[in-house]
């Protein structure tokens, strides 16, 4: 059995009744009202709580709610970027706001990670390594099925033309150049 946890130093708000705590929410985020009177208004409905405790959990609301607005924004501006570049490959897009998500997680909770068994983060990390490999797997298989079919394609066009020797050397050409540009298109 593991050692038993602190109790967290707000953990007095988490004990008030849902529709309480969501009213204290409202008073800290939309009416902007003092602790003071928050204070004043839970002591009313019976509730004893320390200055301290709210303080300690209005700063998480309102970390929690920064958080959210800069997150929605970040997905805003990555929509629209997506939006106007449709050529852009959204899995590798979603992959790197994974990565990012997590790595802010992991910055910004230290209390959570904390306490998140070294298994859970372990399985977080492999799942985003698995999913980087299957996109260049991916891309590695786009990339061979490409060079097949131009392969075929060129056996194909050169067994018609190779009564005409002149027409052979150009067709050759143009389907060396083409195969250069779809390789080097796939790689970026």
């Given at each position: ?55 300690r ?51 910004s ?22 999913a ?56 970026e």
């Open positions: 059995m593991g050692k038993p946890r602190k109790p967290r130093s707000d953990a007095k708000m988490y004990q008030l009744p849902k529709a309480v705590l969501d009213e204290v929410n409202e008073c800290i985020m939309i009416y902007n009202m003092s602790y003071s009177d928050i204070i004043a208004w839970l002591a009313g409905q019976g509730y004893k709580i320390s200055r301290s405790s709210l303080s959990y209005a700063f998480k609301v309102v970390e929690s709610a920064q958080r959210i607005a800069d997150d929605l924004e970040k997905t805003k501006h990555i929509i629209d970027v997506i939006g106007r570049n449709p050529d852009l490959d959204t899995t590798q897009a979603a992959s790197a706001i994974l990565k990012s998500g997590l790595l802010q997680k992991i910055s909770a230290e209390e959570e990670f904390n306490d998140m068994p070294i298994e859970k983060a372990g399985r977080l990390f492999v799942q985003l390594v698995k980087d490999a299957d996109r260049k797997r991916t891309d590695y298989i786009t990339k061979r099925k490409a060079e097949l079919a131009l392969d075929q394609m060129e056996a194909d066009l050169l067994a018609q033309v190779r009564q005409y020797p002149d027409l052979t050397s150009q067709l050759k050409d143009v389907l060396n150049q083409a195969r250069t540009r779809i390789v080097s298109s796939e790689l």
